[in-house]
């Protein structure tokens, strides 16, 4: 389950102090079952990339309750903290794929850090690299990968630990049109598998084409939530 | 296709933010000031203690009025006084000066003739102290033969000689110390150093869910690494500089040196190795500590 309750988020701006602008979100509160799939919808500066920072543990809230997967934030010990992001995909909107590091190897990464055996990390990261169709591209650096290709790794790294949640931030934004629905079938296809999952989008084609419960969010404020 | 599963990778790419060159060399001179330093104080400690021992060893007996009879009327007190240090087991080689030694010891206050001054000079018998405890009650035993017998060593100046040398190893723990805060201080640089230049690449791994302890880890093991080279290279840079100082302190240290005059104290070849593994747990203790420092700022 993902729980906000009257959640306020301000980033450190000391140029800003005082000021109302510096607030990201102000009072959110939505919930999210175990399980559910949720869009995440609102212009651009709305605060969607803010929101979900604060659902896989990037940023604090100055104010507010955020529960993840069952536990509170708040209380958790740092080494808690990063145990429950091991159980939480991200994809970034900018990749951030490490540059030094193949296709192969930056998707291996969350099954690493995890301590996976490799034998167990090789047969997922394959699996999963020819379920993105990059089969044939592993043992290419993101500087030789198209954008479409990096973000296909990308997802492929968010999913091969098999997540409890996925919280993916413009997850299409440089795919096609076939590419971004061959990714949509991939996230709900996860989700029916139990994963609960939070997409950020402007696609609005997208979000009718998979009808799903949405949150919206416009100047940091919550105006709608199924 | 790659078919087998591969090892580990340089995730962090620590190779090029934590550089094989600066921090290596800049330890590797550490290490030489250290290997320097504590060959100062293992040298002026075995120096000392020889010499120490040399002059407590020494002793100088004065006898007054040497042909005046002895306590037991028999023979004169010089000859009296020489012979109970024959008899004395702790007591080696008792020679008895002869007036014109004795004359030409004490020339530069009283001229070269004391004699015509009309002082009545003493007798003088030089000997070395080979008794495990110091040779305190041998005056006493001697006045009973002659009276006003006095039995004088060189612990005076072996209490000088023990102050010098405490001064000289107070100073090369300093030294040392001094090195050790550097070699901390340039370790803590080049790890953050390292830490800006893979900012990105940690904060990832941190949000991926990596422990603090773990990219810690990762940093120490290669500061480790780059200090235990830097540190075995600057040690082992030392040792003709070393040896080249022990030949120019042989004449100092006695004759058996003198002729294996190249040969390092055993201690210090027992102390060099350790200076490689003393730098690599610096080294690791600094990268932990400014890496788990560093990753709290995150959130």
Redo the contacts between chains.
Sequence with gaps: MVKFEDVWLRYRHPARQGDAEAEALRGISFEIPDGGFRWLTGPSGAGKTSLLKLI?????PVRGRIEILGTEAAKIS??DA?????RIG?VYQDF?L?P??SA??NV???M???RRN??Q??ADV?EILRWVGL??R??ARPDELSGGEQQRIAIARAVVARPKLLVADEPTGNLDDEQAFRLMHLITALNQLGTTVVVATHNIELVKRYPAPRIEIEHGRLTHAD | ??T????????L?LR?ALGDRLLPVLVAAMSFLAALAMAGALASATLAARWQQDATAQLTIQVPQPQAPSADGKTPRLAAVLAALQAMPEVASPQEMSPQSVSALISPWLGADPAALGLALPGVISARWTGATPPDALGPALAKLSPGTLVQTGALWAGRVAALTTSLQGCAAAVLIIVALVAAAVVAVATRSGLAQRR??VT?????????G?IAARFAARITLLTFAGAAAGAVLALPVLAWLAALAAPFAGPAQIADSYNLPPALLVALPGLPVVAAAIGWGTAQLTVRGWLRNL?
């Design positions: 896989y543990l990037a940023e604090h740092r080494r990063a145990l429950l992001r091991r991200v951030r490490l030094q590091l192969y190897d291996a990464l969350p690493r850090l995890a490799e034998t990390v090789h394959t089969e044939a592993l043992n | 296709m790659r087998e599963p591969r090892r580990r990778a340089d995730y790419g090029e990105e690449t990832l791994i941190y949000a991926l869910g990596a422990l603090d773990d959130p």
